[in-house]
Nanobody, 117 residues
């Protein structure tokens, strides 16, 4: 079992920055990938960024160059640094963890990010 808890969301003006944090507990040593997803009202949930236990990263084209995913202490803490935020970044951001060799998927409860124009 893995538990994921996000924090760091809030209200920010366009052009501002926020850093989201995802804290993992439980069977953290089995986590192979951590990812940030977001879902805006009326939209499907979309992948924002992901990082593997080897440190490989992947980003959505919509945020490339503005957001950075990083991890520390193994996969126990994963950050999403969000710079130059835009109103269209407004969404609930959720952390997802995937384990190996048996694939289990875990989600956090989400944190709201609101960017005002």
């Amino acid at each position: 079992q893995v538990q994921l808890v996000e924090s760091g969301g809030g209200l920010v003006q366009a052009g501002g920055s926020l850093r989201l944090t995802c804290l993992a507990s439980g069977s953290v040593d089995r986590i192979s990938t951590m990812a940030w997803y977001r879902q805006a009202p009326g939209n499907e949930r979309e992948l924002v960024a992901q990082i593997t236990s080897a440190g490989n990263t992947k980003y959505s084209d919509s945020i490339k160059g503005r957001f950075t995913i990083s991890g520390e202490n193994g996969m126990r803490t994963v950050y999403l640094q969000m710079n130059n935020l835009k109103p269209e970044d407004t969404a609930v951001y959720s952390c997802k963890g995937t384990t190996r060799p048996v694939e289990y998927i875990y989600w956090g409860q989400g944190t709201q990010v609101t960017v005002s124009a």
